[in-house]
């Protein structure tokens, strides 16, 4: 049965257990998207091709999420919240056992393409069910829950899939879903309520057509810049051409009466701050999982495994700072803890690019454990700040562009770490850059510092915030 959505959340015995149920389930699609890539070797010999033919089941995977996530908001108003969610888990389960036991390069994209759909509807769809059924006073505490996967898998993702892949099989990097799947899906069905709008609103195809078009180009785009063999005015001008349909698509929908993805929550002060000025600083910071691993293997010289195990110093970070977020934005508020961390996480960045193979361990340790924490601190921030001025009339279409921008991100913060770096050899005479052109220390130090003073740049953004931003959901004043 469903019930329609109302504005105070009702009581029941299971609400303090939703953002553990969201957060696995975020888990495993966090994690399928990262932990792939140590298994494309392996994955080529299985099906007697090369890597970059099975890596396109991961880009397919991609766009098919940057496809449903615009619409996802309006399927789960329109057919209740618990529905779409257990429909998700069971797709990308589905899809995940279909991966497991494909055999060639075309089941294998198919498949990924429909996890990819499950994956569209689970995590954008599981954050609007705890978002709406959360008081205000306990919001902080559960995106704090929420977002750790997105912190995590990143980090732990690739150590995880070389160990799959050298003492078992690639297979099971999908097959090990299943479980967690079935488990997922029980507790939603005896945990979520089938809430939806009480007004249906019609779907603005053209919007939801010009949105998928936006996040196609821009995550296309992006990924190719990522790949060094690929031509960068052939990815430039997918990101152009992305922004271009983006512009075209804010123009439409503020000419709508009812748009796909409504812009009008930006006009929320607290919300637009994470929208624009954490995106930057999410691009920012979401470059180091991509150069950090490479500074250890290839300007370092360290093994896989040596490099792995440094990655864990900063996955250990990401959670050990979770136990302190709460009551960081309780004493210090929203305004002043943003500022101040996004300065560290900023310089910390460009730490990272001084290190050298000389350095000692404890502080290339040190230096990555500091990344870590305010990795996890920023993101953590901007996730319950977002929500924090978010009326329930509201909740289904902030929490849509919230995913979007948020999906952009990831993959364009991957894409200045590669652009960065790249332009870094460049600079230093390298003519071109192909996949057999070692990069030198001296490239990630360059490409360290400009992702560094890339997230600095977003501080203007935060210092225009109220002092009192966040005071909703328990944030302090900074006194």
Known sequence: ??????????????????????AATFFMEYLDTTVIATALPQMARTFGVGPNEVSLGMTAYMLAIAVFIPVSGWIADRFGTRTVFCCAIIIFTLASILCGF???????TGSRVLQGLGGA?????????????????????????????????PVVGPPIGGFITTYASWEWIFL??????????????????????????????????????????????????SQQESNKWVALSFVTAGVMLGFVAFRFAARQEHPLIDFSTLRVPTYSVTVISGSITRIGIGAVPYLMPLL???????????????????????????AFTTRILQRWGFRRVSIINVLAAGISIIACGMLTPSTHVAIVMAVVFIYGMTRSMQFTTLATLAYCDIVPTQMSAANTLWNAAGQMTIGMGIAFGAAALQGAAIWRGTSSISIHTPFILNDFQWAFILAGTLTICSLPGYFRMAKDAGSKVGGGLGR
């Open 176 to 225: 090990l879903n299943v479980p967690f799947g079935i488990a997922a899906l029980i507790a939603a069905m005896i945990m979520v309520k089938n809430e939806r709008e009480p007004h249906r609103k019609p779907l603005d195809i053209p919007g939801f057509l010009l949105s998928a078009a936006t996040l196609i180009c821009i995550l296309y785009g992006t990924e190719l810049a």
């Open 1 to 22: 049965m469903t019930e329609t959505l109302r504005p105070q959340a009702p009581k029941h015995s299971y609400i303090h257990l939703l953002p553990y149920l969201v």
């Open 121 to 153: 509807m689970m995590v954008p769809v599981g954050r609007l069910i705890v978002v709406r059924k959360t008081e205000k006073s306990q919001l902080m505490k559960a995106i704090s829950t929420i977002t750790w996967p997105a912190i995590m898998a």
């Open 102 to 108: 494909s055999t060639t390069v075309f089941a294998f």
């Open 296 to 322: 250890f293997q290839v300007g370092f010289g360290l093994s896989a495994f040596m490099s792995g195990l440094l990655l864990l110093v900063s996955a250990s970070a990401n959670l050990g700072m979770k």
